[in-house]
């Protein structure tokens, strides 16, 4: 599959359909993730609320990559290589702190990335104010869950810092520039790092410790390097329409 | 796990409703939990609406085996229901 970015469209156009895809693929990424907790979770509400989180991002990701070309065929056939979701979506669900590690994480950079987009007057604003609020939910969702197993019993505390400190070597790539993206990253790194720090905080956890940025840390997912556990996902996500392609349903 | 976790009774006022109705139940570890789970089960997350969670052990039921001194309706003493007055005119609202 050739690149999806219309190649005779202006150089604004070609920049925001690159940002689309970028914020696109991540809320694909996630959503399919969440997906795979159906039937798994720990109790039948907790299925819910994952299932309910997933619809909303998969929701998204059908707005963004609508907008950088045919939502199906960006979804279903292209290679690994082209995808352009953070690294931090991309991992595996892990046990259940993993995942909500993964979530508070996103969810808060999530949040306030919308918030931001939505005050502005850019090609995603609109996208962006009705999602600001499914993202506030999102937040919320992982913010209860941190203070509950943070603060929960010495296993689940245990569970949740090795969560944490095993997804947070993802996080710097969370605020590398994005191209057709208007944004202070800056000022989007720091309200994350005070916003989770809060959290941790009241959660008794601490920041983790270790790099986020540069040779030792993870992050390039939105050049379209992944990691391993990436490609056996999209085998899976992929299957159906790679088999009978062109098929529709 | 949801042996740990209690039961809660789940209320709900819909955007347009009057009073709240019981929704169902579900299975909480406190009450902030029980609110978002209702949120998700329960209303689908449409705006305006006002949920109660109440833990079911806060719930006193009247029992099935009283029931007949409890409930049973004294059709055979008319003097007990108000169906002898004559309401003067012009009062409203009665």
Known sequence: MSTPVSSTGTGTADVTAAAALALGDDALILSHRLGEWAGHAPVLEEELALANIALDLLGQARVLLSMAGDEDELAYLREERAFRNLQLVEQPNGDFAHTIARQLYFSLYQHLLHTELAAGDGPFAPLAAKAVKETAYHRDHAEQWTLRLGDGTEESRRRMRAALDSLWKYTGELFQPVEGLELDTAALEAAWLAALGDVLERAGLALPEGPRTGAWAAGAGRQGLHTEPFGRMIAEMQHLHRSHPGASW | ?94
């Open chain 2, 1 to 94: 796990m949801t042996q740990n976790w209690p039961l809660w009774e789940v209320f709900v006022r819909s955007r347009r409703g009057l009073s709240h109705t019981h929704a169902g139940s579900l299975h909480a570890p406190d009450a902030e939990m029980a609110l978002r789970n209702a949120r998700d089960l329960y209303t689908r997350r449409g705006e305006g609406v006002s949920i109660w969670v109440v833990p079911s052990t806060q719930i006193v039921a009247s029992s099935p085996d009283e029931r007949d001194p409890f409930f049973e309706p004294s059709a055979d003493k008319p003097y007990r229901h108000p169906t002898f007055y004559e309401i003067p005119e012009g009062v409203r609202h009665l």
